[in-house]
C-alpha cells in the first residue's frame, strides 16, 4: 500500500473534496427554478394537392381556403417550481409572437394536464396572441393547435417575462414531437 494513502492529512482532504462535490451538486439540484420550454410542431390539415380535386371546395366562415396548417405550440414547465400568473411580468406577458403575419382561424381546444391550469388565448393583433393561466405546476404540459394559413417554418415564438425564471425552445424535442403527432 501507497505510503501516502495511509496519512490521515491525505484521508480528510479527500473526504472534504468528496464532501464539497457532492454538497455542490445537492445546492444546484434543489435550487428553485421556474423555466417555460416550448415547442412547436406544424402539419398540414388541408393540402394544396387535395384542391386540385375537381368541384371540391373548401371554405371557412365563407371564404374559400387554399390552404390550412396547424401548428401545434407545447409548453411545459421544466422547471421544479410551480409558474403562477403572478410571475408573469405585467408589461411583458406570456404571449405567442407571429414572425410573419398569417390569417389565423381558430384555436382548437387546449390540452392541458389539468383543466384548473385554466389556459386561454386571446388574439392581440396579427402578431401576438396573448396567453393567459392561473398556474402550471412543474413537468405539465399545454398543447395549443392554432389553424393558420400558410407561412414561414418557424414563424411563432413563445416570448414574455417570467419573473425569477427562463422561457427556452427546445428545438431537440421537436423531433419527438413529431413522431407523435405523426402517429395520430
Known amino acids: 500500500m501507497c505510503e501516502w494513502m ?4 491525505v484521508g480528510t482532504l479527500i473526504g472534504i473534496v468528496i464532501s464539497a462535490i457532492i454538497a455542490i ?6 435550487r428553485k427554478k421556474k423555466k417555460l420550454k416550448w415547442v412547436d410542431f406544424r402539419s398540414p390539415f388541408i393540402a394544396k394537392n387535395i384542391l386540385k380535386i375537381e368541384g371540391l371546395k373548401i371554405t ?3 371564404q374559400i381556403v387554399s390552404d390550412l396548417i396547424l401548428t401545434r405550440i407545447i409548453l ?5 417550481e410551480t409558474i403562477k400568473r403572478e410571475d408573469i411580468a405585467t ?5 405567442i409572437i407571429v414572425k410573419n403575419p398569417c ?6 381546444d387546449i390540452e392541458q394536464t389539468e383543466k384548473a391550469n385554466n389556459f386561454k388565448l386571446e388574439l392581440i393583433d396579427d402578431n401576438n396572441i396573448k396567453i393567459d393561466f392561473e398556474y402550471i405546476e412543474p413537468k405539465n404540459k399545454v398543447i395549443i393547435p392554432i389553424l393558420h394559413t400558410r407561412c414561414e417554418k418557424n414563424n411563432f415564438i413563445v416570448g414574455g417575462k417570467i419573473i425569477g425564471g427562463k422561457i427556452t425552445h427546445n428545438i431537440a424535442e421537436e423531433m419527438k ?3 407523435m403527432f405523426n402517429d395520430i
Open 6 to 9: 495511509s496519512n490521515p492529512i
Open 25 to 30: 451538486g445537492i445546492y444546484f439540484k434543489s
Open 60 to 62: 371557412y366562415k365563407d
Open 76 to 80: 411545459e414547465n421544466s422547471g421544479n
Open 91 to 95: 408589461m411583458e406577458p406570456l404571449k
Open 103 to 108: 390569417n389565423i382561424m381558430e384555436f382548437i
Open 177 to 179: 414531437y413529431f413522431v
